[in-house]
């Protein structure tokens, strides 16, 4: 094993490859699909070699990913800031396939659904995406919500002690600098994505209590 996450684990099987399995029963051909989708559209994503029922086996990337790189250097903030910015930026110039099941409104944009500095790779090769599980069709500002609330409501596990004190200026550092380069409003879109976020079995009850917080502020603003 080299990584786990909430709901899958990710281990090392030779040969340049990667096989993370969920940890409860789930189909993960969709994932597959849509990752060479993206890949055909010139997208940085990880090669997909086989998929199977809860088991993907892919590309093995080599590097850090984004949020651990903020917690080492936290002077990069701008620069990853800009880099997540454009990673959606892209991503949302490209249309879902045909018949691609729809969120949090319509659209047709990809909308990747947690794309924030965890699921980004930072290898030779540039950054690559990984984790493509709750991808859906929909519009753009509504995944740039989504981004906005992990970062902004998530409890970071991976930022070193001796950081966590400045965590809120940090924070806000990223985000000022992330909407400012980002393409789409999230903010029409704030109030729903984050009760829809609510509904996420993997949320924790600080993370609700949070979510419900901004939803409330949002809907206030939009009186």
Not at 27 to 32: F, R
Not at 137 to 165: E, F, K, N
């Given at each position: ?124 090769r540039g950054p690559v995406v990984i984790d493509w ?91």
């Amino acid at each position: 094993m080299i990584g786990t996450g909430r709901s899958a684990d990710v281990y090392d099987i030779g040969s340049g490859r990667v096989l993370r399995r969920f940890r409860v029963p789930i189909d993960v051909q969709a994932e597959a699909q849509m990752m060479r989708h993206l890949a055909a559209a010139g997208y940085p994503v990880p090669e997909v070699y086989d998929a199977d029922r809860r088991d993907l086996i892919m590309e093995r990337l080599t590097g850090r990913d984004m949020l651990a790189d903020l917690g080492r250097k936290p002077w990069h903030i701008p620069q990853h800031a800009r880099t997540l910015a454009d990673l959606h930026n892209r991503l949302h110039a490209i249309s879902a396939p045909l018949g691609w099941p729809e969120a949090l409104g319509p659209g047709n944009a990809v909308l990747h659904l947690d794309l924030h500095p965890g699921n980004v790779m930072l290898t030779s090769r540039g950054p690559v995406v990984i984790d493509w599980t709750n991808a859906r069709a929909g519009a753009a500002g509504a995944d740039v919500a989504m981004a906005y609330l992990i970062m902004a409501t998530s409890d970071i596990d991976l930022i070193p002690l001796g950081l966590r004190p400045a965590i809120r200026l940090l924070r806000a550092a990223l985000f000022r600098v992330f909407l400012a380069s980002v393409d789409d409003d999230p903010m029409p879109h704030l109030a729903r994505v984050a009760r829809a976020r609510l509904t996420d079995r993997n949320t924790r009850p600080a993370e609700a209590a949070r979510l419900r917080k901004v939803a409330e502020r949002a809907d206030r603003a939009a009186i």
